[in-house]
């Protein structure tokens, strides 16, 4: 079996994926407060993009929420590898 991680910017690219292919989406989210501390700032016509946000109503298998929780991220990747290591 085949592996395949894209990145699909755009709805239309996650649908080609979707059914094309046997897919788990992932979402890596973290809050704006979060993002800026880390050296994020909104850019106007760059982050409202479709590029940049055209995915953000789209309901991912999983998400994975990136602020800071170390332990969290930790476990939810190691729950995540998993999942995949099963069905590879």
Not at 11 to 39: K, N, P
Not at 43 to 65: F, M, N, P, R
Request: overall charge negative; hydrophobic content about 35%.
């Amino acid at each position: 079996r085949s592996l395949f991680i894209p990145a699909p910017p755009r709805h239309s690219d996650m649908s080609f994926f979707t059914q094309s292919y046997t897919t788990l989406t992932i979402r890596v989210c973290a809050s704006c407060e979060t993002r800026a501390l880390r050296g994020w700032s909104f850019k106007d016509g760059i982050d409202d993009a479709e590029s940049e946000c055209g995915l953000d109503a789209y309901t991912h298998d999983w998400v994975i929420q990136n602020d800071g929780d170390i332990t969290a991220l930790e476990q939810k990747l190691q729950q995540l590898v998993s999942l995949v290591l099963s069905r590879v």
